[in-house]
Nanobody, 125 residues
Framework: KLQLADSGGGSVQAGGSLRLSCVVS????????MGWFRQTPGKDREAVAT????????YYVDSVKGRFTISQGGARNTLHLQMLSLKPEDTAMYYC??????????????????WGQGTQVTVSS
C-alpha cells in the first residue's frame, strides 16, 4: 500500500527557512506526479508546488515563487520543499501528495489521491 510520510515542519521567525521532506513507501516504481499542499483552518487546501518527476515540469502558487523550491530527493520517491524567506502567511499544515497515474503536471488537490499526514509550519512575525 502506497504511504507518504512528510516531515520537517516547525516554528520559525519571519525570514527564516525550513526544508520539508516526503518519503514514499509501498510503491516500487517512480511516481510521476508529486506535490506539496497547505491548509489553514477554515480555508480550502491549496497547491503550493507540484512536480512531474519525468518531465521536470513544476507549478508554484504565485505567493511562493522565488522563495520555495520543490525537488526530488536522491532516493526514488522522495520529495523536498525548500522554503526560504518565510512569511507569517506561510503558516499552515503542509501535506505531501502523490498521483501514480498522471501523464502531465497536476496542480490541484482533487488530482491527487495519496496524502501524507501533514507537518505543521508556523512562522511568527
Amino acid at each position: 500500500k502506497l504511504q507518504l510520510a512528510d516531515s520537517g515542519g516547525g516554528s520559525v521567525q519571519a525570514g527564516g527557512s525550513l526544508r520539508l521532506s516526503c518519503v514514499v513507501s509501498g510503491y516500487a516504481v517512480k511516481l510521476p506526479c508529486m506535490g506539496w499542499f497547505r491548509q489553514t483552518p477554515g480555508k480550502d487546501r491549496e497547491a503550493v508546488a507540484t512536480l512531474h518527476t519525468s518531465t521536470g515540469d513544476t507549478y508554484y502558487v504565485d505567493s511562493v515563487k522565488g522563495r520555495f523550491t520543490i525537488s526530488q530527493g536522491g532516493a526514488r520517491n522522495t520529495l523536498h520543499l525548500q522554503m526560504l524567506s518565510l512569511k507569517p502567511e506561510d503558516t499552515a499544515m503542509y501535506y505531501c501528495a502523490a498521483n501514480p497515474y498522471c501523464v502531465a503536471l497536476r496542480t490541484s488537490d482533487d488530482q491527487f489521491d495519496n496524502w501524507g499526514q501533514g507537518t505543521q509550519v508556523t512562522v511568527s512575525s
